[in-house]
Every structure is written in C-alpha cells, then in structure tokens.
Nanobody, 114 residues
Framework: VQLQASGGGLVQAGGSLRLSCAAS????????MGWYRQAPGKQRESVAT???????NYVDSVKGRFTVSRDNAKNTVYLQMNSLKPEDTAVYYC?????????WGRGTQVTVSS
C-alpha cells in the first residue's frame, strides 16, 4: 500500500488546512490510521490517530483544534486543522498500521506564519 499525503501549505496563524492521505489500496484492514509530524530539530510525534472502529486520539496540543477522520470507501484519511499556530509548523506524515504491517507516506509541509 502506498500512502499519498496532500493539502499542506503556508497559512497564517488562526487559519485552517485540511490534509488528505489517499491509499493505493483498501484501508479497511488497517486497525489504526493516523497523522504524525516532525518539526526541525525535533522528534516525530503522533498528532492524531483513528481506529477502524472510529476511536480517536489526539496529542494534547491539538485537542479542540484538529479533527481526524477516515473514509474507508474512498481509502482516505483526513486531518482537519483549525486555529493553526506557528508551533504547528512541521512536516506531516500519514501512517497506516495493522498488527503486522506499518506503512508511512511521504510528508506534506505545513507552515504557519505568525
């Protein structure tokens, strides 16, 4: 399975972006899909994950601002990002994980200007 992330860009603080992660195959077999990010000089961190059953988990810094969703019919995972802050600036990566496999997509750059 290949994962293609898109939707990144440059936005002013307070603005919104919607990231999409399109998979080349079915995502229904992946128990967890999610978004991670890596800022310059920092480790990659989990931003938001969603299980096949729809349970969502967010890092504290994005709670109330970001929403993760998945559309199994379209084999796509989304990350709606509102009220963006300069500290959200990072490369965002899509991940698909099951008990035996772990796929990563190429990242998409998100830059939030103050």
């Amino acid at each position: 399975v290949q994962l293609q992330a898109s939707g990144g860009g440059l936005v002013q603080a307070g603005g919104s972006l919607r990231l999409s992660c399109a998979a080349s195959g079915s995502i229904s077999r992946f128990g967890v899909m999610g978004w991670y990010r890596q800022a310059p000089g920092k480790q990659r961190e989990s931003v938001a994950t969603i299980t096949s059953g729809g349970l969502r988990n967010y890092v504290d810094s994005v709670k109330g601002r970001f929403t993760v969703s998945r559309d199994n019919a379209k084999n796509t995972v989304y990350l709606q990002m509102n009220s963006l802050k300069p500290e959200d600036t990072a490369v965002y990566y899509c991940n698909a994980r099951s008990s035996i496999v772990d796929y990563w997509g190429r990242g998409t750059q998100v830059t939030v200007s103050s």
